[in-house]
């Protein structure tokens, strides 16, 4: 079973900062947090990932609490092209494998 | 584009059938992950492939196979085809090593699957 909870669907307005929350309360201390997206039918594109501290990178900005048991990914001004399903993984650093579990996902749609 | 190429793009079997769903790494990536997405759900892992051995399983049945490469390219056969199979196949490649690692996974864009 996954380890994440994320709503199952959001609005943004185009232009507009997009806040997607991800609940991941039971993470342990080696576990990162990943973030995914999937434009319909394609394969998962990876955004960003964090162990501990906030990340930026040119797609978006993940914040992590400083309990780690909850995230936000941000995309800063979004667009048409951001319309997608976004998936919030936790992985322990070990391994991928069966450790990489994709939940439902959040399915963003972005407004004209 | 993230390097991992799929082929082929889209397939049609029928039941009780035998299929192999052909995955290429990115450059330099070891480790070959292979997933099953039904229609309206996330991805669920098949297995995993280090450096030509299968290292990681989920839930799937042994009808469900693999191989990697030498050059680290894989394939997935499943064997005797149900309805269910039905789904979208994807591939996933990423640098790996013995002691665990940090690195990205990346995806290709998927076999999409249709048994009737």
């Known amino acids: 079973d996954a380890k994440t909870t994320q709503p199952p669907s959001m609005d943004c307005a185009e232009g507009r900062a997009a806040n997607l929350p991800c609940n991941h309360s039971?993470?342990?201390?080696?576990?990162?947090v990943y973030w995914y997206r999937q434009i319909h039918s394609q394969g998962p594109q990876y955004i960003i990932h964090?162990?501990?501290n906030n990340e930026t990178n040119e797609m978006a900005s993940l914040i992590i609490t400083e309990d780690r048991k909850s995230s936000t990914l941000i995309l800063p001004h979004a667009t048409l092209r951001d319309t997608a399903v976004y998936y919030c993984?936790?992985?322990?650093?070990?391994?991928?494998?069966?450790?990489?579990?994709f939940g439902p996902g959040t399915r963003l749609s972005v407004l004209p | 584009e993230t390097g991992v190429t799929q082929s082929p793009t889209h397939l049609i079997k029928t039941r009780g059938q035998q299929v192999t769903l052909r995955c290429s790494s990115q450059?330099?990536?070891?480790?070959v992950s292979w997933y099953q997405q039904a229609l309206g759900q996330g991805p669920q892992f098949i297995f995993q492939?280090?450096?030509?051995?299968?290292?990681g399983r989920g839930n799937f049945p042994p009808r469900f196979s693999g191989l990697q490469f030498p050059n680290y390219s894989s394939e997935l056969n499943v064997n005797a085809l149900e309805l269910d199979d039905s789904a979208l196949y994807l591939c996933?490649?990423?640098?790996?090593?013995?002691?665990?690692?940090?690195?990205?996974?990346?995806f290709g864009p998927g076999t999409r699957l249709l048994v009737l």
């Open positions: 996933a490649s990423r640098l790996g090593g013995a002691g665990g690692t940090q690195e990205t996974q990346y």
């Open positions: 039971t993470i342990s201390g080696n576990e990162y």
């Open positions: 964090g162990l501990k």
């Open positions: 993984i936790v992985r322990v650093a070990k391994n991928y494998g069966q450790n990489f579990v």
């Open positions: 450059s330099g990536h070891n480790t």
């Open positions: 492939y280090y450096r030509e051995e299968e290292n």
